[in-house]
């Protein structure tokens, strides 16, 4: 199994930034994507998101332009920079770990707050 730390959320204003960043542990062979989601209160979660191991991304529309994924394949961990944040950001963000064997792993979450 896959174990996930997620870190680098908290309070920010509108305009500003923050880097997310999630360290994987364990089964670290058998990761083949990861990536962030998040959720907000009284909503669904929902991708924000994910990177696979040749570098391949894919973003939701709504942080096209302003949020960045990366990957650091010797620490095993995943990163979210996310700058230019609006109130709408506000939620809990999550990562997840697919493996090659279609296996999902999540985070406990980390909390952003953006203040209008």
């Known amino acids: 199994q896959v174990q996930l730390v997620e870190s680098g959320g908290g309070l920010v204003q509108t305009g500003g930034s923050l880097r997310l960043s999630c360290a994987a542990s364990?089964?670290?062979?058998?990761?083949?994507?990861m990536g962030w989601y998040r959720q907000a209160p009284g909503k669904q979660r929902e991708l924000v998101a994910t990177?696979?191991?040749?570098?391949?991304?894919d973003y939701a529309d709504f942080v096209k332009g302003r949020f960045t994924i990366s990957r650091d394949y010797a620490k095993n961990t995943v990163y979210l920079q996310m700058n230019s944040l609006k109130p709408d950001d506000t939620a809990v963000y999550y990562c997840?770990?697919?493996?090659?064997?279609?296996?999902?792993?999540w985070g406990q979450g980390t909390q952003v707050t953006v203040s209008s």
């Open positions: 997840n770990v697919l493996t090659r064997g279609y296996l999902n792993y």
């Open positions: 364990g089964s670290i062979s058998s990761i083949n994507v």
């Open positions: 990177i696979r191991s040749a570098g391949f991304t």
